[in-house]
């Protein structure tokens, strides 16, 4: 399927004159060579509800419960969604309401931690015996897209077209800036990476595997190539991808594209063109837990920023608040004004520093007031550089002139949807336009517009 | 702890490119130009240049404060548009006619118009061609370069107008340096591509318009029976394909477009230059296509990633 055996004219234009979709964002990658530091259970963990796209959970625990490391805390009945482990043993002390970055509100269960760390009994490597257990497995794991969407992974790798899917690509290009953690995890666990890639390709029999990984991390390819050398067999193939250090390389499209020159249409998924993608660190955690049975409780963080007294790499039990999180890494040395959840350029700014770490999350970066950019913005001067730079091949300045005038027909016609709000425009922007913000408005107008006119 | 935290939308970090930083890229690279048309026309060169940039930038600030508009004039884009001007004109326009055409271009090409970006016609050129409208003899009052007392100079006719009238008085070396009568910056060739050049190395300018409509300039010429090369060199083109042409409020953004209105350029240009009154076209070429840039980026608009054009020659099946 879709072995393009010939010249596509159009691609191979857009290829000499559009080579530089994306931007050459700065790396920053500070932590590099930080390795990964455990830090101690808090004294309370702050488990949301919502760590995933999909429907929120619903608490399955009460206030007074006694609880214990891997015990599922919260799930939910319907389809998309992944139950919620606790990753401390200790006391429910409250349900409580949050406010997550980005605005959604959810419940969460508090608990109070006793320090034992005492495991649930009911953890053991799961029994795997077909695809249907393999797929309950993953479910059971609490396993969602760890390069940050949070995707629940078992609808992932239930596509509606099994049978055509023939290449998983691994994410391991790690574009954002700042951001270690995959990195870490491809030189601290490389054996986990190839054994989940090898359990996904056996399970959903697909015979190619490409890791994708930035040309910046030499020691990362050069590990994962030995080891992907030494796994491969015939029909079942794993390459490394040696990808250019452009952001947005590690975007679904922009990787499937890199990895196999396959463009994903507008609307449709990686299986459609018969790709699953999986960050290098979900699939890493997927052996794991195949051979531990201990489900997703705690997560690697980057912790950076200009603010943060010393940078590092550590796994963090999920729910911990950020403020712990960086009193672990030697507290602050200035005044925090901008603290991001995720990386700088699609990373959410947090309102308070209380709120807690999420499964998906994989970086805190803390910046002191020299690092916050400016407010306020000037005309466009229509310079083209936010065209140039989208990997989605859109318009921003027309999106943004359409939002003005609230005209949702050219909205559509622009392609607004197949935004990713990657940032590169806003990022190379000489007015400071804020086109990522336009470009969401005009996918709310949109919505709205599109629901209105079902009704 | 106090809560001064900055919510915001992403992305958190931004290039650090600004306005005035790639205005500052455009004077930079118009510089050599500057320097040559001093060297060629002398002293009175600089002084056309620095009242046209001193009446657009007085126009640009005056302007904002009557419009009630936030202040622009730090961006630069008033003095590339003054420094612009001046390279259209010859050396010898007296200095208040200068001043009224940077006044044109300023106040009623952009900033009635809404200001920066907005203009929907070059305002330089806008600026030369009201003054060519109203003072078509000073306007036309080329001198020969390297005479020293330029006011007095002598009255010569340019490379394209001699070529009208079926006369080659040039070299193709004296072309390239630029002495030969024409506007103060558009005679030096070498000093404008080496400035084209720095342009496109700062990646200020994608290289797309000046080749194109050079290339089309030249080869239209060549099909038409005349000399290409000094159809290339003399006159306003390079000057206007690379400074002019490229201006980013009045050509299109992305390069299917580019080339399109490149050619079109070009083509304009040449028919003016053979068929029309005027010896040169550049600016009124260069102006059409400008009004016709919507239409050219309405039927040039890129699709989005993964969609294919419904004419693709070769469609993967």
């Not at chain 1, 790709?275 to 705690?298: E, H, Q």
Request: charged content about 15%; glycine content about 8%; overall charge positive.
């Amino acid at each position: 399927m879709l072995e393009g055996n010939g010249i596509n004219i159009m691609s191979v234009l857009k290829r000499i004159f559009k080579s530089n979709a994306g931007v050459r964002a700065p790396h920053y990658k500070n932590t590099a060579e930080s390795e990964t530091l455990v830090m101690p259970p808090p004294e309370r963990v702050i488990i949301s509800m919502q760590q995933h796209i999909g429907a929120p959970c619903i608490p399955t625990v009460k206030v007074g419960d006694i609880v214990e490391v891997g015990q599922v805390v919260g799930d939910s009945d319907k389809p998309v969604s992944a139950p919620i482990h606790s990753g401390v043993s200790g006391k429910v002390a409250a349900i409580t309401e949050l406010v997550l970055p980005g605005g959604v509100k959810t419940s969460a269960v508090v608990i109070q931690t006793d320090g034992e760390q005492r495991v649930y009994q009911e953890i053991k490597p799961p029994a795997v015996e077909n695809y249907q257990d393999f797929l309950k497995a993953v479910r059971s794991s609490g396993l969602v897209g760890l390069g940050g969407a949070g995707f629940p992974t078992h609808i992932k790798l239930n596509p509606p077209n099994p049978e055509a899917i023939d290449t998983l690509i691994i994410n391991a290009a790690e574009c954002e800036p700042y951001i270690t953690a995959d990195y870490r995890e491809c030189i601290e666990n490389t054996g986990d990476i190839l054994d989940g890639i090898q359990a996904v390709m056996k399970y959903l029999n697909i015979s190619k595997a490409i890791i994708g990984v930035e040309r910046n991390k030499p020691a990362a390819i050069s590990k994962l190539s030995k080891a992907a050398a030494e796994v491969s067999e015939p029909g079942r193939e794993v390459a490394v991808k040696v990808l250019p250090s452009r952001y947005p390389q590690g975007a679904e499209k922009v990787l499937i594209y890199s990895c196999t020159g396959r463009m994903v249409p507008p609307g449709k998924l990686p299986s459609d063109v018969g790709c699953i993608v999986m960050n290098v660190t979900s699939v890493s955690f997927l052996a794991k837990y195949l051979r531990t049975g201990m489900p997703l409780v705690d997560k690697r963080l980057t912790v950076d920023g200009s603010a943060v007294k010393e940078p590092k790499n550590v796994r963090v039990i999920v729910g911990t608040p950020v403020h712990d999180v960086l009193e672990f890494c030697g507290g602050v040395k200035s005044e925090v004004r901008k603290l991001i959840m995720g990386g700088p350029m699609m990373g959410l700014a947090m309102m308070d520093d209380q709120l807690p770490v999420l499964k998906q999350n994989n970086a805190i970066l803390a910046f002191a007031e020299e690092d916050v950019l400016p407010g306020g913005q000037s005309a466009c001067i229509r310079c083209g550089r936010c065209v140039r730079a989208c990997p989605m091949n859109l318009l921003p300045p027309s999106i943004e002139a359409a939002l003005k005038i609230k005209d949702t027909e050219k909205m559509a016609k622009l392609g607004v949807m197949n935004c990713m709000e990657c940032g590169c425009c806003s990022f190379s922007c000489p007015a400071s336009r804020k086109l990522v913000q336009s470009m969401r408005l005009a996918k709310g107008e949109l919505r709205k517009a599109q629901a209105a006119k079902k009704a | 702890m106090e809560n001064r935290l900055v919510v915001s939308s992403s992305p958190h970090l931004h290039s650090g490119v600004s306005t005035r930083e790639i205005m500052l890229d455009v004077l930079i690279a118009l510089s050599p130009a500057a320097v040559a048309s001093v060297l060629l026309f002398g002293w009175r060169a600089a002084a056309v240049i620095l009242v046209c940039v001193a009446s657009c930038m007085a126009s640009e600030y005056l302007s904002a404060i009557v419009l009630k508009r936030p202040q622009t004039v730090g961006d630069l884009s008033a003095v590339v548009t003054g420094v612009l001007l001046a390279f259209n004109l010859p050396a010898t326009i007296p200095f208040w006619q200068a001043a009224i055409g940077s006044v044109a271009a300023i106040v009623v090409v952009k900033q009635m118009f809404g200001g920066i970006g907005h203009n929907f016609v070059n305002p330089a050129l806008i600026g030369r061609i009201v003054m060519m409208a109203s003072f078509p003899s000073d306007m036309n009052n080329w001198v020969t370069p390297l005479q020293g007392r330029m006011v007095d100079g002598l009255a010569s006719a340019t490379p394209l107008e001699s070529m009208a009238q079926g006369e080659m008085a040039y070299s193709y070396q004296q072309l390239l340096v630029g002495i030969r009568p024409g506007s103060l910056g558009e005679t030096c060739i070498i000093a404008l591509l080496l400035g084209g050049a720095y342009l496109v190395v700062r990646r200020v300018i994608s290289p797309a318009i000046p080749l194109v409509y050079i290339g089309t300039v030249f080869i239209l010429t060549w099909i038409a029976g005349e000399n290409p090369l000094i159809h290339v060199l003399s006159g306003g083109l390079v000057l206007g394909a690379v400074f002019m042409a490229t201006d980013y409020a009045t050509s299109p953004i992305n390069t299917a477009g580019k080339v399109v209105y490149a050619i079109g350029c070009g083509l304009l240009t040449v028919l003016i230059r053979i068929y029309g009154s005027l010896a040169e076209g550049v600016s009124f070429a260069i102006v059409i296509m400008n009004v016709l840039v919507p239409l050219i980026e309405r039927a040039t608009r890129p699709l989005p990633f993964g969609e294919e054009r419904r004419f693709a020659i070769w469609q993967k099946k």
